[in-house]
């Protein structure tokens, strides 16, 4: 395995699913510059916000995930796993401000789980019958998690740790993201085609706004000017006007001479994770079918190149 050194400014980390790591890719031109091994099936990947460490959620195969893994970008290669206990199936996970603690979604359980990180322990497990996506208020006080099945989203009152909240977003909601300078939760909804902008207080459906092709994840530019969205059916990123709740570019992200392999929708590229560089105008989108990455440039939303991964890329992170 190739040993990775501290992490760097501009290094982008690729949780590979069907491979049980993380592979630190550099912003400058794609090479692999380190590996972590983690948990079976990591899914999700969040980097503190001074940089120190990452959490990676593990969602496990045949046997249904119970923990974290911590990356430590201080110690070369260095991890350390955080036991969920009973809480199976790990999935949405986001860090609240604090640095310390993290909300974590587990499917076997049903729970909203709070972990304090920094002493690796599960502080609370809240009953949500279900829970997929979660994503965290600006000041940490309130969570939204989506539910597949149901097609709704929920608001949790982390200060009570009570569930408010639970409206129907969509077929299949899936995607999650807190828009920073609205506080407007923008839910992608898989099954129905369309990306709902929900009132944070009251989860009414402020815009509803069509996004076709099973549209997966949603995410901000760091100006929160363009909210991303992948459609894993469609093989496509919208890019999303957050003032004007309008697609304004749609950018294709399979190619014809691939062969791609099987995944849950088939031979398809599934394009899932997508994240844009806070420094570069780049967009990054995990090709899971093609075990790359897609390098989009936003100056002309385009595709300007392709970057290898391990075996069935997913979840991205960047390290600031």
Avoid: C
């Amino acid at each position: 395995m190739l040993v990775a050194a501290p992490a760097s400014a501009g290094d982008l980390l690729v949780g590979n699913k069907s491979a049980d790591t993380v592979w630190r890719l550099s912003t400058k031109d794609g090479t692999r510059v380190g590996e972590f091994a983690t948990g079976q099936g990591p899914h999700e990947i969040v980097v503190s916000r001074d940089n120190r460490f990452a959490l990676v959620s593990n969602y496990g195969a045949a046997t249904p995930g119970r923990s974290i893994t911590v990356l430590d970008f201080n110690k070369p290669g260095s991890t350390r796993t955080i036991d969920l206990g009973e809480n199976g199936k790990a999935h949405g996970m986001r860090l609240l401000p604090d640095g310390k603690r993290a909300v974590v979604t587990t499917e076997a359980s049903r729970k909203l789980l709070l972990v304090d990180v920094t002493n690796g322990r599960v502080e609370d497990a809240i009953d949500l019958g279900d829970g997929h996506m979660v994503a965290v208020s600006g000041d940490g006080k309130t969570a939204f998690v989506t539910k597949i099945d149901a097609g709704t989203v929920s608001r949790v009152d982390l200060v009570t740790r009570a569930r408010t909240h639970e409206v129907p977003a969509g077929a299949g909601a899936e995607g999650v993201a807190v828009h920073p300078g609205t506080a407007e939760v923008w839910v992608s909804n898989r099954e129905a085609g369309t990306v709902t902008v929900h009132d944070p207080k009251t989860l009414v459906i402020r815009h509803t706004i069509a996004s076709e092709g099973f549209p997966i994840r949603v995410v901000f530019t760091a100006d929160n000017r363009h909210a991303l969205v992948t459609n894993a059916r469609a093989a496509t990123l919208s890019v999303i006007d957050t003032d004007k709740y309008a697609v304004t570019h749609t950018v294709a992200l399979s190619r014809p001479d691939v062969e791609y392999r099987e995944t849950m929708l088939g031979r398809a590229a599934l394009p899932i994770g997508v994240i844009a560089d806070p420094k570069k105008p780049r967009v990054y989108a995990a090709v899971s079918g093609g075990d790359e990455i897609a390098v989009i440039d936003t100056a002309q939303w385009k595709v300007v190149d392709h970057w290898k991964t391990g075996r069935e890329p997913d979840a991205l992170g960047i390290v600031e």
